[in-house]
């Protein structure tokens, strides 16, 4: 649809002022032409003064009625000139209910939030709360609980995790020294080469550790369950990558039925692509109960 005056635009407006040092007398010169006396308002000393009576104006040329001193405090608003910017004027406060920024934002004092979330503002990634304390919300899987037959996986750890944790609670086997196997999958497979080097040290009673070397390399990670078919077998693993497809990994294992039996593990594992998830599996029998879930960051 058609109009009169300047194109509409998206921006901040403010209007134009000019402030004037009095001379003793009563003519003087204005930064914008102008129509008529409505198009401006002139101040003297914030006292607001009435068009075609206190002053006139002729194109640039204001014409005061009486005198201004040097010491009144005298100044114009021009009503007719709007100034408009794309920028926000940096003393006036900016209030939105979202915004996106397509470069950096930088700040200069407090920045204050409660949360921050990932990329497609889906997920929280870290809350702050009233007392100033910072929560970072890992990344993990789902808990899955131990199937009556065949492996249990966790998946969809990705390829940019650096740190990996895994942790089960109460595996336990249906068949008495049952081993339970732990082992990384890649392309949702589970790894199946010798690539898991490492020494695991158990202690059955307050003496010395049963040191067992696997620093050649077997193709899984195993502990072996004893006496009968309640074992329970608790796993805390963390796993580093170092560098590509390179991971150190750390951790300990216990059984809850046999409180006096702790292994510790060390060591590495090297895999020819991006790890994704665990395959669990009893070696011998089935599970017959626990779960496990991974962390990663």
């Known amino acids: 649809m058609g109009h009169i005056g300047n194109t509409v635009q998206t921006a901040f407006t403010t ?12 003519t003087y010169t204005l930064t914008h032409s102008v129509a008529n006396e ?6 003297v000393n914030n006292v607001r003064q009435e068009p075609s009576v206190a002053y006139t104006v002729s194109g640039n040329t204001l014409t005061m009625t009486g005198n201004v001193a040097s010491t009144d405090d005298f100044y114009v608003v021009f009503q007719g000139k709007a100034i408009q910017t794309a920028s926000h004027p940096s003393n006036s406060a900016l209030q939105a209910t979202t915004g996106t920024f397509s470069s950096n934002v930088d700040v200069g004092g407090s920045l204050l939030v409660d949360t921050i979330k990932e ?10 709360d009233s007392s100033g304390r ?26 940019w995790a650096n ?6 609670h109460d595996l336990s086997s249906d068949t ?4 339970i196997r732990i082992r990384f999958t890649v392309g949702g497979s589970p790894t199946t080469a010798s690539i898991y080097k490492y020494t695991e040290a158990r202690w059955t009673d307050a003496g010395s ?5 696997n620093g050649s390399g077997i193709a899984y990670i195993e502990t072996v369950s004893f006496g009968n078919t309640a074992n329970k077998m608790n796993y805390i693993l963390t796993f580093h990558k170092v560098d590509d497809y ?6 300990t294992h216990y059984n809850q039925e046999y409180s006096s039996y702790y292994i510790a593990f060390s060591g590495s594992i090297e895999t020819t692509a991006a790890v994704d998830g665990f395959s669990i599996i009893c070696a011998t029998g089935n599970f017959d109960g626990g779960k496990a879930r991974a962390f990663w960051e």
Do not use: C, W
């Open 15 to 26: 209007f134009d002022k000019q402030t004037i040092t009095g001379n003793g007398g009563t």
């Open 38 to 43: 409505r198009e401006i308002e002139v101040f």
């Open 119 to 128: 990329g497609t503002g889906t997920n929280t990634a870290m809350t702050i």
């Open 134 to 159: 910072t929560r970072i919300h890992q990344n993990n899987t789902a808990t899955v609980s131990a199937p009556a037959s065949g492996a249990l996986v966790l998946s969809g750890i990705p390829d």
């Open 163 to 168: 740190k990996i944790t895994l942790v089960t």
């Open 176 to 179: 008495t020294g049952g081993f």
């Open 209 to 213: 550790a049963d040191v067992e070397d």
């Open 246 to 251: 390179i991971y150190k990994f750390y951790g």
